[in-house]
């Protein structure tokens, strides 16, 4: 089974998926943890282009999704293999956040075609100032108009596409709750 953690920056993915393999493990599962970009060479490289503040330009945001679709089809190996071990595996973004994030969807559909989709994807659904309240103090680059934006993107792409929404305007601990109801009937584990 491959879950899925999608939701705008600051939305609590990298929390939470921390949070959900602590308790996957006490569940006695084996968990194998994603996060994209991974440290694949393209996905190294997205890191690093990412640090620019500048990379916004849509020529910059084609190559990052060029570069973000061929990180994927070679972490899908990686998600298979981890499969057939029968491990659970857990991923912070998938290529719903290209969805989410980028324009032309016709496009990102087209590149992303042979990659792995998730199983399952759970939505952290966060209003898009209190997501970046969360980032005070620290270098940010996103602003309130463009998440508030990507985070309507998710929005549909939840209905389309049976995402199950969590509210993650709440507290950590009531976040992870949540995540633990829509997983364990699913898991059938810790129920
Ligand atoms: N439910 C919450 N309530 C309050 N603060 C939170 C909550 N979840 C996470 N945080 C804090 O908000 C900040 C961002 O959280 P986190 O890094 O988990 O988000 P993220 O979705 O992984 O963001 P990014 O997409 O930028 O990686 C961290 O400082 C974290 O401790
Ligand atoms: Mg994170």
């Known amino acids: 089974m491959y879950v899925c953690l999608e939701g705008i920056d600051g939305s609590g993915k990298s929390t939470q998926l921390a949070m959900l393999g602590e308790w996957l493990e006490t569940c006695?599962?084996?968990v194998f943890r994603v996060f994209e970009p991974t440290e694949s060479p393209p996905g190294l490289?997205?890191?690093e282009m990412l640090t620019d503040s500048k990379a916004t330009t849509p020529h910059i945001q084609?190559?990052?999704?060029?570069l973000f679709a061929a990180d994927r089809m070679i972490l899908m190996d990686k998600i298979r293999n981890a499969e057939k071990q029968g491990q659970i595996v857990i991923s912070d973004r998938s290529?719903?956040?290209?969805?989410?994030?980028?324009?032309d969807p016709?496009?990102?559909l087209e590149i992303?075609?042979?990659i792995k989709k998730p199983d399952l994807v759970i939505l952290l659904d966060v209003d898009a100032k209190k997501a970046l309240s969360r980032f005070e103090g620290k270098d940010h680059f996103e602003n309130p108009k463009f998440l508030k934006k990507v985070r309507?993107?998710?929005l549909e792409l939840a209905q389309k596409n049976n995402f199950l929404v969590v509210n993650a305007n709440n507290g950590v601990r009531k976040v992870h709750e949540d995540i633990k109801i829509i997983l364990s009937p699913r898991i059938g584990r810790c129920v």
Not at 62 to 66: A, T, V
Not at 95 to 103: G, N
């Open 95 to 103: 290529f719903y956040s290209s969805l989410a994030y980028q324009d």
């Open 28 to 30: 006695g599962l084996e």
């Open 106 to 108: 016709e496009w990102i």
């Open 112 to 114: 992303n075609r042979y």
């Open 62 to 66: 084609r190559i990052l999704g060029l």
């Open 45 to 47: 490289l997205i890191r």
């Open 152 to 154: 309507e993107n998710y």
